[in-house]
């Protein structure tokens, strides 16, 4: 698939810029998995599985929830982030 392709070339060429920008200041690039991180909610660690039924534009419209959990209520970039950071911090654990 064509646009896939060029997406996976510039992932690669970011990555690579990134990898080399690291190098040069001293700093790690940690890499990490983004599976579940939009759905696992960062207060429970518990995957919101209510959006799994979700076609993608509804879930990518979806910019706020509540964890069917713990009730938490999450900003959807906030909550991502936070749960990329903890991958990152057990990376280097
Ligand atoms: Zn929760």
Redesign the pocket.
Known sequence: HLSASIANASWGTLISQLKYKCAWYGKRLIIIDPKNTSRI??????KNNEFDSLSQSEWLAAREWD?P????HLDRDVNAAKNILAKGLETLA
């Open positions: 909610c960062h207060e429970c660690k518990q964890c959990n713990c009730h938490a």
